[in-house]
Structure formats: structure tokens, C-alpha cells
């Protein structure tokens, strides 16, 4: 277990923004993880994943954040396609692995800055609400988790995940995911290098990062409501809108939360003005 204090929750989070955390932990292993609950179980906890899609008040301090990096990075092939990946494998490293096995079928993940466990509490995909080209629970079996409720290793059927357009049960805090184990069909690793650079190709085109980024700020949301909200607040403090896509906020280095939530506001009620459904993808710790 590695134990931090006064920590600087903004070099923990892809959009660089963020308050600090008086104690910071990092276990190691699922046990570590479990002593370490059942030692804070009358606490305030926040887990911390790989801090993409996560905008972090940088005006609060945060008496315990349980860092997930380490604690359960584990890849297990059980053969036909079956795989059990852990929480804090990146999904950078998964999609190699399964490639390398021969199968495959979420290639275009390989732009997330994300940890395994962090895509599928988003339930993270490709495509629209209205058409999604695929989600990641359209992969996944089962999910294992720690039930906050009781405090036990537990398995989730994915038809009690609750998994809908990026939403699961997972959001509602009852639960901390350790991994999740997925079928997948056969593919030839010329076909996954295929798609992986195309979907390279399509990131370089159509996203920006400046200083830091937490990708789409909404699950759903009007283009055009969105695009009326830049021509008129284009830019507050560090936080501007994408040139290339208004459901994006970039950091240009001095970016606040107040700049971010700020925006985040003002797209939500133009949606009203205008009744336009709003959901947002981005969590924000207020």
C-alpha cells in the first residue's frame, strides 16, 4: 500500500484541474484494497480511476481518495474468446493483448486515457446515442466488484448492470468495480491493426488537447444548441470550447473548475430554453 498526503488532485485527472486530497492511497492488490474499506468504511471515499471524463473541484479539499491504478491489473485468457481483464489494466494494454490472442471487437477504445475498470463503469463506446456503432457492455459478461453495502467480493450479470448509453448501475456508488470478464469473437490481428489506424486517424482529425481535456462533456446533447452556446461564451478563464467539436473542453494551462462548470451551465440551460434533452458524460466531483 502506498500511502500520500496534501496531494494535488490535478496531475491525477486529463483535464488538469483539481483540489487536493489529505490522504491519498494507492493499494496494491485486492486485499489491500479490502482492509483498507473496512478501515474507512464510516468515511467519505472517492475512487479515482484513470481521471479521464472526471472534473474535480479545485477549491475543496478531500479527506480520502483511493487511487485504483494498482490494484488489480491482472489479464486472464481462459481460451474461446473468454477473457478476465482487472480494473487498472489500461485499455490500451487490454486492446494489445486480445489482438495478440487473435480476437477482438473494441479497437476504437484505443483513444481513451482510461483504466479497464473506468470504461466499463461509463459503460464507454463509439457512436452516437442514437446509433451506437458499440458499447463495451456489449462485451462483457459479468463484472466483479466490491459491494459497498456489506463490504464483499461479488460477481454482476451484465443484465444487472443496468448498462444503457453510457450509464451502469456502477454510477449510482453501490459498488467498486475490480474487473470484468468478456467474450469476445475471433480476429485476425491485421484486421485489428486496420481498424486501430483508422481510428487513430479519425482522432487526429477531429480532437484537440492543448493542456488537457476530459473529452465529451455530454452523454447527449443538440449540436446546434451546443454551437449557438460557443458563438456567444466561446472561451471562460482557461476553458474554451473545441474548434473541431463543441461537446469538448480544452485547458489552455490556467483553467479553473468554476471556468468548466461555468460552461457546463450554460449549455445545460440553453437545452432548457430550447427543450433539448441534456444528459451529461463528464462526472463532476462539486
Same mark, same amino acid.
Given at each position: 500500500?502506498?500511502?500520500?498526503?496534501n496531494?494535488?488532485?490535478?496531475?491525477?485527472?486529463?483535464?488538469? %484541474?483539481?483540489?487536493v486530497?489529505?490522504?491519498?492511497y /494507492?493499494?496494491?492488490?485486492v486485499?489491500? &484494497?479490502?482492509?483498507?474499506?473496512?478501515? &474507512?468504511?464510516?468515511?467519505?471515499?472517492?475512487?479515482l480511476?484513470?481521471?479521464?471524463?472526471? #472534473?474535480i473541484?479545485?477549491?475543496?479539499?478531500?479527506?480520502?481518495?483511493?487511487?485504483?491504478k494498482?490494484? *488489480?491489473?491482472?489479464?486472464?485468457?481462459?481460451?474461446?474468446?473468454?477473457?478476465?481483464?482487472g480494473?487498472?489494466?489500461?485499455?490500451?494494454? %487490454?486492446?494489445?493483448e486480445v489482438?495478440?490472442?487473435?480476437?477482438?471487437?473494441f479497437?476504437?477504445l484505443?483513444?481513451?486515457?482510461? &483504466?479497464?475498470?473506468?470504461?466499463?463503469?461509463?459503460?464507454?463506446?463509439i457512436g452516437?446515442?442514437?446509433?451506437?456503432?458499440?458499447? /463495451?457492455?456489449?462485451? %462483457? #459478461?459479468?463484472v466483479?466488484?466490491?459491494?459497498?453495502? *456489506?463490504?464483499?467480493?461479488?460477481?454482476?450479470?451484465?443484465a444487472?448492470?443496468d448498462?444503457?448509453?453510457?450509464?451502469?448501475?456502477?454510477q #449510482?456508488?453501490?459498488?467498486? /468495480?475490480l474487473?470484468?470478464e468478456?467474450?469476445?469473437?475471433?480476429?485476425?490481428?491485421?484486421?485489428?491493426?486496420?481498424?486501430?489506424?483508422?481510428?487513430?486517424?479519425?482522432?487526429?482529425?477531429?480532437q484537440?488537447?492543448?493542456?488537457?481535456?476530459?473529452?465529451?462533456?455530454?452523454?447527449?446533447?443538440?449540436?446546434?444548441?451546443?454551437?449557438?452556446?460557443?458563438?456567444?461564451?466561446?472561451?471562460?478563464?482557461?476553458?474554451?470550447?473545441?474548434?473541431?467539436?463543441?461537446?469538448?473542453?480544452?485547458?489552455?494551462?490556467?483553467?479553473?473548475?468554476?471556468?468548466?462548470?461555468?460552461?457546463?451551465h450554460?449549455?445545460?440551460?440553453?437545452?432548457?430554453?430550447?427543450?433539448?434533452?441534456?444528459?451529461?458524460?463528464? /462526472?463532476?466531483w462539486?
Open positions: 500500500m502506498q500511502y500520500l498526503y496531494v494535488n488532485l490535478k496531475d491525477y485527472t486529463t483535464f488538469h %484541474v483539481g483540489g486530497a489529505d490522504s491519498f /494507492i493499494p496494491e492488490s486485499n489491500e &484494497l479490502l482492509d483498507l474499506l473496512l478501515e &474507512l468504511k464510516k468515511e467519505h471515499l472517492y475512487i480511476s484513470g481521471g479521464s471524463n472526471l #472534473l473541484n479545485d477549491q475543496k479539499r478531500y479527506a480520502h481518495i483511493i487511487y485504483m494498482s490494484v *488489480d491489473c491482472s489479464f486472464e485468457n481462459y481460451g474461446n474468446g473468454l477473457f478476465y481483464i480494473a487498472s489494466v489500461r485499455i490500451q494494454k %487490454v486492446i494489445k489482438n495478440e490472442a487473435g480476437f477482438g471487437g479497437e476504437e484505443i483513444g481513451l486515457p482510461a &483504466l479497464f475498470g473506468g470504461v466499463v463503469y461509463m459503460n464507454a463506446g452516437g446515442k442514437e446509433h451506437p456503432k458499440f458499447n /463495451i457492455s456489449d462485451f %462483457v #459478461l459479468r466483479k466488484v466490491i459491494d459497498k453495502s *456489506d463490504w464483499k467480493i461479488k460477481w454482476i450479470d451484465r444487472d448492470c448498462f444503457d448509453y453510457r450509464k451502469s448501475v456502477f #449510482l456508488d453501490g459498488f467498486i /468495480i474487473g470484468a468478456v467474450q469476445l469473437d475471433e480476429q485476425m490481428p491485421e484486421i485489428s491493426k486496420e481498424i486501430i489506424r483508422k481510428r487513430q486517424a479519425v482522432i487526429k482529425d477531429s484537440e488537447f492543448l493542456k488537457g481535456t476530459f473529452g465529451s462533456i455530454f452523454a447527449e446533447s443538440n449540436r446546434n444548441v451546443r454551437n449557438l452556446v460557443a458563438l456567444t461564451h466561446k472561451k471562460k478563464g482557461g476553458v474554451s470550447f473545441g474548434t473541431k467539436n463543441t461537446n469538448w473542453f480544452l485547458n489552455d494551462g490556467n483553467a479553473s473548475f468554476e471556468d468548466a462548470i461555468y460552461l457546463i450554460k449549455c445545460e440551460s440553453m437545452h432548457k430554453l430550447f427543450r433539448q434533452p441534456i444528459s451529461r458524460e463528464v /462526472i463532476v462539486e
